[in-house]
């Protein structure tokens, strides 16, 4: 088992910056590849970003590429997404998610998830 735990969330104007993180425990976080996803009201969960088991591969969804960045530190048992230049439509609930090998896109993809943390970005 591996627990994600998400944290970083709050209240943004838009243009501003946030960042997020999400601290694991349980397995050995550098063999898992980690996700993030948000879900805004009535939305289904849609992939952010994605990084590989040691940090050398990196994706991201259309909608945020170039405005966010996600990264790891695999002593701190953390991953992180950088968040610059935020719209109000970024505003969802963000989660974390982990799988063992390599990194999707897809919600299916994840065996492990955070609880989320709330990011809203007003106008």
């Known amino acids: 088992q591996v627990q994600l735990a998400e944290s970083g969330g709050g209240l943004v104007q838009a243009g501003g910056s946030l960042r997020v993180s999400c601290a694991a425990s349980?397995?050995?976080?550098?063999?898992?590849?980690m996700g993030w996803f948000r879900q805004a009201p009535g939305r289904e969960r849609d992939f952010v970003a994605a990084?590989?088991?040691?940090?050398?591969?990196?994706y991201y969804a259309d909608s945020v590429k170039v405005r966010f960045t996600i990264s790891r530190d695999n002593t701190k048992n953390t991953v992180y997404l950088q968040m610059n230049s935020l719209k109000p439509e970024d505003t969802a609930v963000y989660y974390c998610?982990?799988?063992?090998?390599?990194?999707?896109?897809?919600?299916?993809?994840?065996?492990?998830w955070g609880q989320g943390t709330q990011v809203t970005v007003s106008s």
């Open positions: 998610a982990a799988t063992f090998g390599m990194s999707g896109t897809g919600p299916d993809e994840y065996d492990y």
């Open positions: 349980g397995r050995t976080f550098s063999n898992y590849a």
């Open positions: 990084i590989s088991f040691n940090g050398g591969i990196t």
